[in-house]
């Protein structure tokens, strides 16, 4: 943990790239097929350990379409996910649509090629502070990268509270709850698992991180422009094979949780509590593509990233369906 100020005028892709030296942590076949020249296609997908949003590609092979081999590879943080993407270490990831706007505007082949989960954030503190006022003078705890820290500053912006006052704490996302129950910090802005742990430990919300201009947004399945221009069809494959896993999990809680928890851990009741500030998707909706323009520019303008990427170079909308889902 280390106080940081000076984030606010650091490109994110400078602070991502310090970040990123991560081992894979796994690497596990879920299925088998062949392709049209008899030959098994392997398709390499990167996602976070024992995170119920990130848990989709272990279910691939449940729901495969067309002739595709899926291996799971495990990695520990969300940029280190978009690292391998862009080294080809593995072909697809379930990833953070934030850390995939800082690569494009570092210059790296990724594209989002639809949804995977919305939410999953929350801003919460100590029952003494009751809004955002109040974290003036308070140590804040934030994820660097993250559209979580997006939606802080823009909402701080909202009600007039200048981010200089508060005092910021770096924290990587297995340490919020542990930073928060302990009095490390009075209040932070992270993802889940840490904001259901932190309420049920007595903490409470103090602003909505899905008020402003971003909407939900949160994770999405990545791939690059190369694998797009070469292979179209096996992208096509895979984001079916994607959407129908995701209708599948959106339906089938109870089967799926607790096999997941049987195999990494975890208390069941805190991550339903945590899936209910989720919403699983696979589209590629209009309005989903405008909220990612939305928050490359604000990325942009508070300085996270050194300027704004165009659109076509961080979305692919060719593959994932165009339909508004409901409830988004």
Excluded at 83 to 91: E, H, I, K, W
Aim: hydrophobic letters at 45%.
């Amino acid at each position: 943990m280390s106080l940081l100020r000076s984030f606010l005028r650091r490109p994110v892709g400078v602070l991502a790239s310090l970040a990123l030296v991560t081992a894979m942590a796994g690497c596990t076949s879920t299925g088998a097929s062949t392709t049209e020249s008899g030959e098994a296609e392997v398709v390499q997908v990167g996602t976070l350990r024992g995170q119920p949003h990130f848990y989709a590609p272990y279910l691939y092979a449940e729901h495969a379409e067309g002739d595709v081999e899926f291996e799971v590879v495990a990695l520990e943080t969300a940029p280190a996910l978009n690292d391998a993407l862009a080294s080809g270490s593995v072909d697809f990831a379930v990833g953070s649509i934030t850390a995939t706007i800082a690569g494009a505007a570092a210059g790296r082949d990724v594209r989002i090629v639809a949804a995977a989960a919305d939410g999953g954030s929350g801003i919460v503190g100590t029952p003494e502070i009751r809004s955002v006022r109040d974290l003036v003078g308070k140590r804040v705890g934030y994820l660097e990268s993250s559209s979580q820290l997006v939606a802080l500053r823009l909402i701080l912006e909202r009600e007039g509270v200048n981010v200089e006052d508060l005092e910021l704490v770096s924290l990587s996302a297995p340490e919020f709850f542990n930073a928060f129950n302990t009095g490390q910090i009075d209040a932070f802005a992270a993802p889940e698992i840490g904001v259901s742990l932190a309420l049920s430990a007595g903490g409470q919300a103090i602003a909505d991180p899905y008020s402003t201009e971003i909407g939900r947004l949160n994770i999405a399945l990545l791939t690059t422009k190369a694998l797009i221009e070469e292979n179209p069809e096996l992208v096509q494959a895979v984001v079916d094979t994607h959407a129908a896993t995701t209708a599948y999990m959106a339906e089938n809680q109870d089967e799926w949780l607790p096999e997941m928890i049987e195999e990494y851990g975890g208390d069941q009741e805190v991550l339903e509590s945590a899936l209910d500030n989720f919403w699983l998707r696979a589209d590629l909706s209009p309005t989903y593509e405008e909220q990612i323009g939305n928050l490359a520019v604000q990325m942009a303008r508070l300085g996270m990233i050194q300027e704004t990427p165009a659109l076509e170079d961080i979305v692919d909308s060719s593959f994932a369906s165009r339909d508004e889902p409901a409830g988004s």
